[in-house]
C-alpha cells in the first residue's frame, strides 16, 4: 500500500470540535444547559485550551516517530534502526604547490602545515609529508580545510598563496586546482531519503537501489544519484550535488564507498562519472491584465521561473517542457504567455540535469480579458 505523505493526525486537535464534545458531556452531568459568563462555561474554557496545547503536543510528539516527518535529533534516533548515520560536515581540499627557492637542497614540507587564502578567511593544511627535491624544485600535496562545510569551497586556482608556517627555502605556494568537496552537516531532508533507501544496503545482488544508498552514504553533497548499468557487468553511477562542475572528492568518495569488496558484487565494474550539464535559457513573452504594474508582475515571475528551475536543476534527468514553463508563469495578473525559449521541449537524460543560464520576461501588453 502507498504511504500518503499528508501530515497526519493521531488525536482530534480542532478546539470547537473538543468544546463541543466536553460542553455536551458537562451539560449532560449537570443536568443544565451551560451559558457563556457561568463559572462551569469560564473553567471548561480553560480546561479545553489546555487540552488542544496537549493534543497539539502529542500529534507532534507522534509525527516525530515517523521517518517522513521527523526532525533532529528524534531523526537521527530512527535512522539508527536502519544502521545509518547522518553524515557530518566535510572539509573542502585541493592541491598545492610548493615551490623550493632557487640554489637549495631539499626541503621538508611537514604534514599539518598550514596554507592560506589570499582573503584570510580560509586555512587549510596539508595531509601527507613530501620532500622538495632540488633536481625537481616543486611539490604538489593535497590539502584539507580546518574548518569543515562548504565554506572552503570555489577558492579559484591560485588564490590558496598564503604559508602560514614559515617553511625554510619555500618561496611561494599556490593552489592548482579550484577547492571543493567541502559539505555541511547532512539535512533532515537527505537523512530521510537513505533512511528510506537503507532496506536496499542488505541487498546481495546489486541493486539499483542499494547502489543509489551507499552513494549517497558517501558525501553530504550529493542530492541525487542516477544508476545504470550501459554494458552487462558495468555500472555507471553519476551523483549530482549542488555545484557547477561535481567535485572530484565527491567522484573518488562515491567510487571509494560502491567498490568497497562487501558492497560490490565480485563480477560488477563500477564506474562513477560527473553528470552531464545540459543549459538552456528561459524566455517569456507575457501579456497582463489591464491594471497591472509591470515592474512588480515581472518581478513575480521572475521569481516564479527561478523556483521552476531551481527544482528542475535538484535532481537527474528531469525535462523542461514548454506547457510546465507556461504554467509557472501563470500568476493571477497573466492574461497570456508565450514562450520563446527554450524553442522545444528539452529532454534530459538520467546522466544529465538542466542547468538555466538566465530568464528574461518581457511584457508585451495589457488586455482587460
Same mark, same amino acid.
Given at each position: 500500500?502507498?504511504?500518503?505523505?499528508?501530515?497526519?493526525?493521531?488525536?482530534?486537535?480542532?478546539?470547537? @470540535?473538543?468544546?463541543?464534545?466536553? $460542553?455536551?458531556?458537562?451539560?449532560?452531568?449537570?443536568?443544565?444547559?451551560?451559558?457563556?459568563?457561568?463559572?462551569?462555561?469560564?473553567?471548561?474554557?480553560?480546561?479545553?485550551?489546555?487540552? !488542544?496545547?496537549?493534543?497539539?503536543?502529542?500529534?507532534?510528539?507522534?509525527?516525530?516517530?515517523?521517518?517522513?516527518? %521527523?526532525?533532529?535529533?528524534? /531523526?537521527?534516533?530512527?535512522?539508527?534502526?536502519?544502521?545509518?548515520?547522518? /553524515?557530518?560536515?566535510?572539509?573542502?581540499?585541493? !592541491?598545492?604547490?610548493?615551490?623550493?627557492?632557487?640554489? =637549495?637542497?631539499?626541503?621538508?614540507?611537514?604534514?599539518?602545515?598550514?596554507?592560506?587564502?589570499?582573503?584570510?578567511?580560509?586555512?587549510?593544511?596539508?595531509?601527507?609529508?613530501?620532500?622538495?627535491?632540488?633536481?625537481?624544485?616543486?611539490?604538489?600535496?593535497?590539502?584539507?580545510?580546518?574548518?569543515?562545510? $562548504?565554506?572552503?569551497?570555489?577558492?579559484? *586556482?591560485? !588564490?590558496?598563496?598564503?604559508?602560514?608556517?614559515?617553511?625554510?627555502?619555500?618561496?611561494?605556494?599556490?593552489?592548482?586546482?579550484?577547492?571543493?568537496?567541502?559539505?555541511?552537516?547532512?539535512?533532515?531532508?537527505?537523512?530521510?531519503?537513505?533512511?528510506?533507501?537503507?532496506?536496499?544496503?542488505?541487498?546481495?545482488?546489486?541493486?539499483?537501489? %542499494?547502489?543509489?544508498?551507499?552513494? $549517497?552514504?558517501?558525501?553530504?553533497?550529493?542530492?541525487?544519484?542516477?544508476?545504470?548499468?550501459? @554494458?552487462?557487468?558495468? *555500472?555507471?553511477?553519476?551523483?549530482?550535488?549542488?555545484?557547477?562542475? !561535481?567535485?572530484?572528492?565527491?567522484?573518488?568518495?562515491?567510487?571509494?564507498?560502491?567498490?568497497?569488496?562487501?558492497?560490490?558484487?565480485?563480477?560488477?565494474?563500477?564506474?562513477?562519472?560527473?553528470?552531464?550539464?545540459?543549459?538552456?535559457? /528561459?524566455?517569456?513573452?507575457?501579456?497582463?491584465?489591464?491594471?497591472?504594474?509591470?515592474?512588480?508582475?515581472?518581478?513575480?515571475?521572475?521569481?516564479?521561473?527561478?523556483?521552476?528551475?531551481?527544482?528542475?536543476?535538484?535532481?537527474?534527468?528531469?525535462?523542461?517542457?514548454?506547457? =510546465?514553463?507556461?504554467?509557472?508563469?501563470?500568476?493571477?495578473?497573466?492574461?497570456?504567455?508565450?514562450?520563446?525559449?527554450?524553442?522545444?521541449?528539452?529532454?534530459? %537524460?538520467?546522466?544529465?540535469?538542466?542547468?538555466?543560464?538566465?530568464?528574461?520576461?518581457?511584457?508585451?501588453?495589457?488586455?482587460?480579458?
Amino acid at each position: 500500500m502507498a504511504i500518503d505523505n499528508n501530515i497526519p493526525t493521531f488525536v482530534e486537535r480542532d478546539p470547537a @470540535v473538543i468544546m463541543a464534545e466536553s $460542553k455536551a458531556k458537562l451539560e449532560e452531568l449537570l443536568g443544565r444547559e451551560l451559558q457563556p459568563a457561568q463559572v462551569e462555561q469560564l473553567i471548561l474554557n480553560f480546561v479545553v485550551f489546555r487540552e !488542544t496545547l496537549l493534543v497539539n503536543r502529542f500529534n507532534a510528539g507522534m509525527r516525530q516517530m515517523l521517518y517522513q516527518f %521527523s526532525t533532529a535529533p528524534i /531523526l537521527d534516533y530512527i535512522a539508527g534502526l536502519v544502521a545509518v548515520e547522518r /553524515l557530518p560536515a566535510a572539509s573542502a581540499g585541493c !592541491t598545492v604547490r610548493f615551490t623550493l627557492v632557487a640554489g =637549495h637542497g631539499s626541503v621538508l614540507i611537514p604534514e599539518g602545515t598550514r596554507v592560506s587564502s589570499s582573503d584570510g578567511l580560509a586555512i587549510f593544511r596539508t595531509i601527507d609529508d613530501a620532500i622538495i627535491a632540488p633536481a625537481t624544485m616543486t611539490v604538489e600535496l593535497s590539502v584539507l580545510a580546518d574548518v569543515a562545510g $562548504k565554506v572552503g569551497n570555489g577558492y579559484a *586556482v591560485g !588564490t590558496i598563496n598564503k604559508i602560514l608556517d614559515p617553511l625554510a627555502f619555500v618561496s611561494t605556494v599556490e593552489n592548482i586546482d579550484v577547492t571543493g568537496g567541502g559539505s555541511d552537516v547532512e539535512s533532515d531532508a537527505q537523512l530521510r531519503e537513505r533512511i528510506k533507501l537503507a532496506p536496499s544496503q542488505y541487498s546481495s545482488a546489486g541493486s539499483r537501489s %542499494s547502489y543509489k544508498f551507499y552513494a $549517497k552514504s558517501a558525501n553530504a553533497m550529493i542530492t541525487d544519484v542516477s544508476v545504470s548499468s550501459p @554494458v552487462p557487468g558495468s *555500472v555507471l553511477i553519476v551523483p549530482l550535488t549542488n555545484e557547477e562542475e !561535481t567535485p572530484a572528492q565527491v567522484i573518488t568518495d562515491v567510487y571509494n564507498v560502491c567498490n568497497a569488496e562487501n558492497v560490490r558484487p565480485l563480477t560488477d565494474t563500477v564506474i562513477v562519472s560527473a553528470p552531464e550539464r545540459e543549459d538552456y535559457a /528561459l524566455m517569456v513573452d507575457v501579456v497582463l491584465y489591464d491594471g497591472a504594474d509591470a515592474a512588480t508582475e515581472r518581478a513575480s515571475i521572475t521569481s516564479a521561473l527561478e523556483d521552476f528551475a531551481k527544482e528542475k536543476r535538484a535532481k537527474l534527468g528531469l525535462d523542461i517542457i514548454r506547457s =510546465h514553463i507556461a504554467q509557472a508563469c501563470r500568476l493571477s495578473s497573466v492574461y497570456d504567455v508565450t514562450v520563446v525559449a527554450p524553442a522545444a521541449n528539452l529532454i534530459i %537524460s538520467d546522466e544529465q540535469f538542466p542547468n538555466c543560464t538566465g530568464i528574461t520576461v518581457n511584457v508585451t501588453g495589457f488586455s482587460r480579458g
